[in-house]
């Protein structure tokens, strides 16, 4: 190619030459490329890369018209066939990007129109009319392998209603001929119909166009079994609805695709039973309620997934009953308390799972371990008793009145290392550390004892953790207001600073960390998945196989924040439909309350549960967190629930709302990082007084991140 036949024009370069060159560009179209009078023969090339074709084939009035070949950017053919005035008109052959034939056929305006064939990575999966870019008319659809799927008529893509049609079965050949609606045969037994793509949508019996009688339904491109079973009028009627992994999700009888009638519901990817009884509308009416290691959880009625009526609840892994009576939307109403042995602990009336009065009485928790023991009066903890957390640890023994600490008592903690030891003994003013009383090391030594206004904020003696006193006089945080050259510690007796005091605050010299520790509670109203988030929180993967709480599991997560060590303790609880858990919300120690909930039900957000949170914790300052969680399978009720959470906030019910998904793990981070900060805020705050009621946390709102809203 000599410089003679180049002719720039703008951004591309125009090339001179034979028909013979341009003929063997076009060996794969029907007619040779053949000059007609008033047509220039070009080749175009690309400015930017002159050895790339553009174009080759013919030009009028500077369009491409006739026959001709269009090129991309990297010089690979993407159009060979007839134009019109710079739009593919008549027949042709377009291709992707990576030299495929999409389609071969008769073209409009640029669009599919007649005739033509419809290729997948090469493969023909369509053959017959166009309109506008659409099927029209009769055609046949086609598999990855070459065998038919289909042959009916369609109208601007979709399939024809009432009109007459081919079916084609595995092995290539006609299973049905006859009138089809929408792509459906009006009957025939175990006739194939196929998805989208090459998988199996249904296999199974038609009548009238719909699903009637034995079939299986599979789930859209997994190739997996949705349901089998016997259908009626597309709808399950009884059979096996599965997993999208393959397991069991229930067996029995549906209707309008709900359970309805006997059925089993299994716990999903392990084909255990988690319930085996009568459904109504998708919902319990009565049966078995197992844990997911094959023993009862309850058996008895139910109302909306709730126990109600007459039923029995069991205590986790040996089938020995916890309480026999009446259930009033998952509350003991009248009843017989057992313990674990089987032996009768009380018999009565209950209101808020508690019972309405006696000495003492022994409460346990579902996994065997005691919750409380001692006196009960007018349905709450009143008079003397202990009250446990998990594992029969103590968290506070001494009096109680209307269920709340008041008088003289022991309040017990865990050390950074879980151990446990006295923390304090001495008087409570209304769930609050108030008056004389004495603070202890884990070696179980004094550390402060004096007269007390709050868990922070008292006068008295400082020891260290030998026992020796080494001041007198006002201390907030465990600082003395001001002291030379002194000596703190922490309740394990090691060092955390080592200079001087000015006015209650460390001076540089000689400063030691220390950490800070923040109780955090985790409630919910069903199964949002708390185990899950508090799991996530702890890096863990998700998992579906999350034994059900039973009392408290702990966890701790350290951290740094403004220099100073930090440890998160997490408290998992048991669902509070099922055993009552406000009465743990006593403990001063919780700061931040986390009440999730299930963004993919379509219930309000349960507003008397947060009453009941705000209740329980009248005398003591905290946050509550609302969170939402399972972002990611829904979005139909998130501005409901938004709407709600804003009223709440509007009202003072709650002070944050999140959304979240342990699945995908989307929202954890950002949740997470405020939950650090709040905590440690939280603990930093000097709570002069629990009786101030301008009490105010000096917690950050300004955040303006996603997932996180500040209405």
Known sequence: MSDDNLIE???????????????????????????????????????????????????????????GILYNDSGKIIYNGYFNQGNYEGYGKEYDSNNCLIYEGFFNNNNYNGKGNLYKNGIKIYEGNFLNGYYHGIGIEYLSNGNRKRKLVYKEGKFESNCYGILYDENNKEEYKGLLNNGWPKEGKSLIIYGESDYILYRGDFSNYKYNGNGILYFKIEKKILFEGIFKDDNYVNGILYYNDGSKNYEGNFLNNLYNGE??????????????????????????????????????????????????????????KYYVGAFNIGEFKYGILYTPKGEIIYKGEFLNNMPKEGKNIKLYKLDGYLQYEGDFFDFKYHGYGKLYLDSNKLLYEGAFENGIFQGFGRLYEDDDNLEHYLYYEGNFFQNNIYGKGI?????????????????????????????????????????PMDFNNIILYNDLGLKVYDGNIYNGGYTKKNKIKRKRRTGVIFLSYGYPGKSSLIGRLSGKEFTYNTLATCGYDIYQYKYQYNNNDYILELYDTADCRRRSCLDNLISPKFKIIIYLFDLSEDDDINEEFINKIKKARYYNKNIIYLVGNKLDITDKNIEKYRKQAKKLIDKGKINKYFELSTKSYEGIDFFLKILKIDSAIIFDYDIKDPLNDNFKMNIEENYNLSKYFNF
């Open 9 to 67: 024009l703008n951004d591309i370069i125009l090339y001179n030459g034979n028909e013979e060159e341009f003929k063997n560009y076009n060996k794969d179209l029907k007619q040779p490329l053949k000059s007609k009078k008033g047509l220039n023969i070009l080749t175009i090339y690309s400015n930017k890369n002159p050895k790339n074709k553009i174009y080759t084939g013919n030009l009028i009035n500077g369009k491409y018209h006739g026959r």
């Open 263 to 320: 059925g089993i519901l299994y716990f999903k990817g392990e084909n255990k039973v988690l319930f085996n009884g009568i459904f109504k509308d998708g919902k319990y009416v009565n049966g078995t309620l197992y844990f997911n290691d094959g023993y009862k959880q309850y058996e008895g009625d139910f109302f909306n997934n709730n126990y109600n009526g007459k039923g029995t609840l069991f205590y986790k892994g040996n089938n020995e």
């Open 439 to 479: 603070k202890y090391y884990v070696n179980g030594l004094k550390k402060i004892e004096g007269t007390f206004k709050s868990i922070n904020s008292y006068e008295g003696k400082y020891y260290n953790p030998k026992g020796k006193e080494i001041y007198n006089g006002k201390i907030i945080n465990e600082i």
